[in-house]
C-alpha cells in the first residue's frame, strides 16, 4: 500500500513541477483555482474577492472577467480537454 501512495505522491509533485515554470511567468503574484469536474469548468482569479464588473466573452468558451482595466479572472470550460 505504501508503494501506490508514494507513486500517487510522486505523480502527483510531478504534474505540479509541469505547471511551476508557466505559473511563476504569470504577469500576477497570487493565482487561486476552482475546478468544477461535473461541469468541467477551471475558474482561475487573480484576487480574492475576485468582483468582476465586466466579462468578455472570448474565442474557445474562455471567459475573462475584469474590474476596470485589470484582468481579475478567467473562466475556463471544456477544461479537461485542453
Known sequence: MATISTKRTED???????????????????VWLDYDKEADVLYMSFRKPQRATKT???DGDILIRKDGKEIVGLTIMNASSR
Open 12 to 30: 502527483f509533485i510531478g504534474k505540479c513541477m509541469a505547471i511551476a515554470s508557466d505559473m511563476v511567468k504569470l504577469p500576477t503574484h497570487h
Open 56 to 58: 468578455i466573452e472570448a
